[in-house]
Structures are given as C-alpha cells and as structure tokens.
C-alpha cells in the first residue's frame, strides 16, 4: 500500500518511460532520465536511425517531456498534465524566435512534448570562469524574453541556466513561466503592473547571480539591483522557505529511490 502511494508521487507513476520514440521518419533512443518529479519526467533521446537509412536528423538530440499522468489519492491528474504540456509549448511558440530558447518540435501523446536538447553546462555544474560578456547576453535574453510578453519566473535556478559550447547562454525549463498578454482582465493597467512585479524578479535573481559568480563584473548601479528590495520577493521568501524545507523532509521519508533516474547518470542538465 505504502508503495503504491509513494509511486503516486512520481509523474508517470510506475511506468518506465519509452525506450524509443520515433519523430517525422527518424528514430531516438532512451539515453538518459534528467529528471522525474511529480510534476514531469524529462528525458535525452539521440538519434538511432541505422547507416542504411541516410535520412537527415533534425537534430541529432532531443529531449521527451511527458508531464504528470498518474493519479494522487485517487484523484485522476492526467488533465494537469495536458494543461501543463499545452502552457509549456505556448510559452515556447512565443519565443520560438530567439536563439537562447529551445526549440520545440512536436507533441507526444496527451500530456508530453518533444524539442530540441540544448547542450553544455548549467551554472550549477559549472566550475570554470565564465566568459566575461556571458552575463551580458544573459540580460539581453531576459529583455528579449520580457519584450515577447514573457517572465521566465524560474532565473532564481542555477540548474535552468545553460553554459553553451559557443559560451553563450541559453534558459531551459519554462514550466511557470507565464505569458501577460497587453491587457489582463480587460486592464492594461493590471497587465502592466503584473508584468513590471514579475520582470523585477527575473532580474533580481540574474543580479544575485552575476554578484555571486561575477562579481568583479557588477557595477556600483547594479549592485543594490542584487539585493532583495522589492516587498514580494521578501514574502515569497519569507513562505516558500519554510514550506521548501517541510516539502524536503517529507519526501526524503516518503519517496522511494526513483528507478528512472538512479538507473542512468547523472545528468548535465534538468532541461
């Protein structure tokens, strides 16, 4: 009994993710689980279409989203998990234009979507300095993000902040980000002011990281933006902090080792 609940905490539950998936006329293959909560399970696929079929793959790695499935206490969840995939691959057509967002390239299924696997390092794993324009081209990307009508809302994550190959950045994980549309119940003034509260949190997480990892680089303007001022951040904080650490003491009894990821490496990103 205490095992069928504890799988109930997980995604997919008890079911093991596909060993291989096929997108347009090319095959993937499993390689490895990035992560599987309860909330979503992610997972790198590569191309395995064999030497005989010379069909191009676009591209070469891709990653499988499959948002949650199973049921909680009995309670049918899979419609969250459609909501979920559907906001997700909203947020990632609105940015579909810039370079430092994954592409997205097709559904899967009711609850799950595919796009492509953005390679490198997160700022989590990384422990070689950072290209001195890379905080830079972090902040054009969260304007050019902002400017589309975006707040990513999760920059506070070191995990979703990728170092790429080019030394460039790129941001992964958009699961709550939100879209504020010009006008928000009928007011643009409540748009507005939704979008500025939000925004400012975006970059008061980017200034806590550049004074961390960079702080040579921070300017004497830039500094105070590092520190939490704004009366939201504050409470946030002063809630989520506790109820974080209540969450984590209740799992580490709850849940059961994951099979889907203690069976693969550890992974370079949570995509």
């Known amino acids: 009994m205490q095992g069928t609940f504890q799988h109930q905490l997980y995604a997919c539950g008890e079911r093991p993710l596909p060993a291989q998936i096929t997108v347009g006329e090319n095959s993937y293959r499993l390689s490895q689980v990035f992560k599987n909560d309860f909330f979503a399970a992610t997972a790198l696929y590569e191309y395995s279409n064999k030497p005989q079929e010379p069909r191009i793959p676009t591209p070469q790695q891709i990653i499988l989203k499959l948002n949650r499935q199973e049921h909680f206490l009995g309670l049918p969840l899979a419609w969250l998990g459609e909501m979920l995939c559907l906001h997700q691959i909203s947020i990632l057509r609105h940015l579909n234009h810039l370079n430092g967002t994954p592409r997205f390239i097709s559904r899967y299924g009711t609850t799950g979507f595919i796009y492509q696997y953005v390679p490198g390092r997160t700022l989590k794993e990384n422990k070689e300095k950072l290209p001195d324009d890379f905080f830079d081209q972090l902040l054009k990307l969260l304007r050019e993000i902002h400017h589309a009508g975006v707040v990513y809302l999760d920059t506070n994550k070191r995990d979703n902040i990728i170092l790429g ?107």
């Open 165 to 271: 190959p080019d030394g460039r950045p790129h941001l992964v994980d958009f699961q709550i980000s939100l879209h504020i549309p010009k006008r928000f119940f009928f007011s643009r003034r409540l748009a507005e002011f939704l979008r500025n509260t939000l925004q400012s949190a975006d970059l008061y997480h980017f200034y806590k990281h550049k004074r961390k990892l960079a702080p040579e680089l921070l300017t004497p303007d830039e500094y105070p933006l590092s520190r939490p001022t704004s009366k939201a951040i504050k409470l946030h904080r002063l809630a989520a902090t506790p109820l974080r650490k209540l969450r984590r003491k209740l799992l580490s009894r709850l849940q059961p080792k994951d099979p889907l990821t203690t069976q693969n490496n550890p992974p370079q990103s949570t995509q």
